[in-house]
């Protein structure tokens, strides 16, 4: 009789066991079928909320189109016309010809900072990389600059930079803000002394060791102009900041933006060193491999 009750215990207990394994199952089946469901509506939320922002971007990109070329437009007829009243009328009178020139020059910054507004706006759009001779795209620039180059009575060095792959034409801009900002910042030097070199390195930090099968490159432009306090560092890279005074140098502030937004891009690291009246060098980390 003990031997049954002994035996008629533990199938209960079995049976009890059962039922809770039963109702923990059922409860973690329920658990997952809402957390699919859950995750399930997140996705679409996001499908949907994604196609919203690229709709977005697609109309942001019309409108800097549009808003561009009607801006341009009448800064365009405002040049033309002023010009002519200069030419006309204004040739025999010293000052209101100084007063038409400078709103000849005002229009032309204008025009400047609207083309700077549409360039740093195109950044977003999706463009596919390609291999990218940096040599070639250095050397393009270098020819770009030619005339100003002459005139400053600058030297220009280069190393060998290497094949990445690429957006080219927007690395091309960040070598010409740079190279652009070497020049104009260059003071009263005499030999303005623009420096570019490149090396290969193991990993995507800017103090990186060198190493020949690395990853990543690192190239720095240098300069021998009037320089700046690091402790504006951040400034520089923010859109329409300016160290310096907009009358001695013309610039609408977006350049070193542009620079940056095109080096994150590429899924790479831009920074600066420099002190007042000893020059600056810019140094760039980049990934070989598009990503």
Known sequence: VKTFLKIYEQQNELKGIKDLLSKEIKIRKEAQDNL?????????????????????????????????????????????????????YLADDAKAVDYVDRTIKSAERMQTLITDLLAYSRLSSQVKPEMTDLNVVLQEVLSDFDYLIERKNATVKTSE?????????????????????????????EHPLIEITSELISNKAFNSPVSPDGKFCRIIVKDNGIGFDEIYLDRIFIIFQSLNDRQSYEGTGIGLAIAKKIIEKHNGLITAKSQIGKGASFIIVLPLKYE
Do not use: C, Y
Not at 68 to 83: A, C, G, T, V, Y
Not at 164 to 183: E, H, K, M, T, Y
């Open 36 to 88: 699919e469901i859950k995750i399930a509506e997140r996705t679409k939320e996001l499908v949907l909320k994604n196609e919203e922002l690229e709709m977005k971007n697609h109309e942001l990109q019309q409108f800097s189109w549009v808003v561009s070329h009607d801006l341009n437009e009448p800064i365009r007829k405002i040049q033309i016309f002023i010009k002519i009243i200069k030419e006309l």
């Open 161 to 189: 930079l290497p094949t990445i792959d690429s957006i080219p034409s927007q690395l091309r801009q960040v070598f010409q803000n740079l190279i652009g900002n070497a020049l104009k910042f260059s003071g009263n030097s």
